[in-house]
């Protein structure tokens, strides 16, 4: 089992619709959970990040996080054409001091 | 904002060639990273470093090796490139800071990478 595992995509959505990106890991230690966008041929870029349990939102982002069931989302509202990348679930905790486990990405096109 | 420059965009080298990657950060973080990015297999670490003269392995350090001689500036050496190390190279930085409810709180910046084609 990876360590950090995403949706397989490729995810495909129209625009104005919601997307739904999720991401589940194995480390009951971990305690921060990040979300990276990366544009085709560029690098990743951070887009959100959460501690908590409970949702957290950013714009058209909101990140959910339930650390009981291992398990963390990104919802996009309202996507736009621009919103088409890959997203990447990172997760960081104690236990492995600092270094993020990344899942391999969601790819998300948003169709006009 | 947060500038992490790697110094070649695109390179081409010979199988048994001595490669060199810079990074360079200019916001003074603490920590820095190297890693690769293939096609299904996402993105996995090679090296990091918490501190100058401070190198720690990932998860796929084999003909690898890195160097931190000053904190702004982490170099990834290929002692001797394979065709197996052709890859996409990205470094990246961060800080640590422990937040009230002591949570490591390392957001990463990455460059803008390095695509290594190894003949």
């Known amino acids: 089992q990876k360590e950090v595992e995403q949706n397989s995509g490729p995810l495909s959505v129209p625009e104005g619709a919601i997307a739904s990106l999720n991401c589940t890991y194995s480390d009951r230690g971990s305690q921060s959970f990040f979300w990276y966008r990366q544009y085709s041929g560029k690098s990743p870029e951070l887009i959100m990040f959460?501690?908590?349990?409970g949702d957290k939102e950013d714009g058209r982002f909101t990140a959910q996080l339930n650390k009981a069931s291992q398990y963390v989302s990104l919802l996009i509202r309202d996507s736009q054409p621009s919103d088409s990348a890959t997203y990447l679930c990172a997760v960081n905790g104690w236990t492995n001091a600092g270094k993020s486990t990344f899942g391999d990405g969601t790819t998300l096109t948003v169709k006009p | 904002d947060v500038k992490v420059t790697q110094s070649s965009r695109y390179l081409v080298k010979r199988t048994g060639e001595k490669v060199f990657l810079e990074c360079v950060q200019d916001m003074d973080h603490e920590n820095m990273f190297w890693y690769r990015q293939d096609p299904g297999l996402g993105l996995r670490l090679i090296y990091f470093?918490?501190?100058?003269?401070?190198?720690e392995k990932g998860d796929i350090p084999e003909g690898y090796s890195v160097s931190r001689e000053k904190k702004e500036r982490f170099s990834l050496i290929l002692e001797s490139a394979s065709t197996n190390q052709t890859s996409m190279y990205l470094c990246?930085?961060?800080?640590?800071?422990?937040?009230?409810?002591?949570?490591?709180?390392?957001?990463?910046?990455f460059g803008s990478g390095t695509q290594l084609s190894v003949l």
């Open positions: 470093s918490y501190d100058v003269k401070m190198k």
């Open positions: 990246a930085s961060s800080n640590t800071t422990v937040g009230q409810d002591k949570y490591r709180d390392e957001k990463l910046f």
């Open positions: 959460i501690y908590s349990n």
